[in-house]
């Protein structure tokens, strides 16, 4: 190789790796997600929405285990902290709800994004709602038919404003749920 | 027929075998591994193991189960509960009510009932009873969930009784005791 060779090699290998090692955070585009804040309580906007998943969706035997990609902690099925079991603690906990918080935004976060831009409009471009919906193919079925308090919970939060009455309605109340058997674990979660 | 047309007689049903296989199935099915020694294959059979893997229709068993599992004393050790009573009820609230055998075990037939899910499950036996607190979406298998442990991903057994209350001794028949 000669020596002009060789610089024109050397050039166009600058050129390439500079081309490629542009600032993330300029060329990326912004990612809005719904709000997740701390509201009365302690817990998060999501809370609500977790308990609904969990009771509907995160069950052992759905998307309450290792198994699936939609991962949702709670106490109806797989926990967060290694000492907690499922139905102990009875309820979700706040770090199960922000480990859900993060499994609904990461599925689709480029999406979710523009749904939250544009207030929750057109939700069903989300899988996450045509799954619940049973718009799309589901092996659990229709779990939220539109226009239910388990789908104005789920969507409602796409727009920012967690619909808690829907979310509430959506769950089994107390009185349906039998007296938890379970012995807290030392650790545990309270 | 000549040598070719022959030979791709016989493979096809080979091919045909091997693309209707499902690996994951089989690769459960085998992790469950062989019968325990003097157990013969029966109602008495393979305690606390996810019966739905193989009576779920998948087989390799031919009997096919909605729901099944096993009932023992205790959330850990294996002392199984005879005679408990195990009632699961789907979301139409149709109800389905069953006994346990000497290993604890239980089953509700495909045939006679298939559940329309989300449904429950509750036991009781000897005064004490004990009903799910969650719910199950699709897996008839109560061992699937119910393993031996408690963990992160699981309750522990299908248990019943408290702390100091053991089961009656049940004894199954077992090859060689006839």
């Known amino acids: 190789m000669t020596g002009r060779v060789r610089v024109a090699f050397t050039l166009v290998v600058l050129a390439f790796a500079d081309a490629c090692s542009g600032d993330p955070g300029e060329t990326r585009a912004a990612l809005h997600e719904p709000p997740f804040v701390a509201f009365d309580g302690g817990g998060s906007s999501f809370l609500p929405v977790a308990r609904t998943l969990d009771q509907h969706c995160g069950t052992i035997d759905c998307h309450g285990q290792v198994g699936r990609n939609l991962r949702l902690y709670g106490s109806f099925g797989m926990r967060l902290a290694e000492t907690d079991t499922p139905g102990c603690p009875t309820d979700v906990t706040a770090a199960e709800a922000e480990a859900d918080y993060w499994t609904v935004v990461g599925l689709e976060p480029e999406m979710t994004a523009t749904v939250y831009a544009e207030r929750g409009g057109r939700p069903e471009r989300l899988t996450v709602v045509q799954k619940a919906r049973g718009a799309q193919a589901h092996k659990g079925g229709t779990v939220f038919p539109k226009g239910s308090d388990g789908d104005a919970c789920l969507v409602s939060f796409f727009s920012g404003a967690v619909d808690a009455p829907s979310c509430n309605n959506s769950q089994r109340q107390n009185g349906e749920i039998p007296v938890p058997l379970c012995t807290p674990k030392p650790g545990s979660s309270p | ?178």
């Open chain 2, 1 to 178: 027929m000549t040598s070719r047309p022959l030979l791709v007689v016989l493979c096809l049903p080979s091919l045909i075998a091997i693309a209707c296989a499902d690996p994951v199935h089989d690769a459960a099915v085998e992790a469950l591994g062989g019968e325990q020694p003097g157990v013969r294959k029966g109602p008495d059979h393979r305690p606390g193991q996810p019966c739905l893997t193989c009576h779920g229709g998948e087989g390799p068993a031919s009997f096919q189960m909605a729901f099944g599992g096993t009932v023992y004393a205790h959330a850990s050790g294996d002392a199984p509960v005879q005679d408990a009573t195990v009632i699961v009820a789907d979301a139409k609230g149709r109800t389905f009510q069953t006994t346990t055998n000497c290993a604890g075990n239980f089953w509700v037939p495909a045939k006679a009932f298939e559940p329309v899910f989300p449904a429950t499950a509750a036991v009781m036996a000897s005064g004490f009873s004990a009903a799910m607190t969650s719910i199950i979406n699709r897996d008839g298998s109560c061992s699937s969930c119910h393993t031996a442990e408690q963990t992160q991903s699981s309750p522990g057994r299908v248990w019943i009784y408290p702390a100091g209350k053991d089961a009656t001794p049940a004894h199954c028949v077992q090859m060689g005791d006839e």
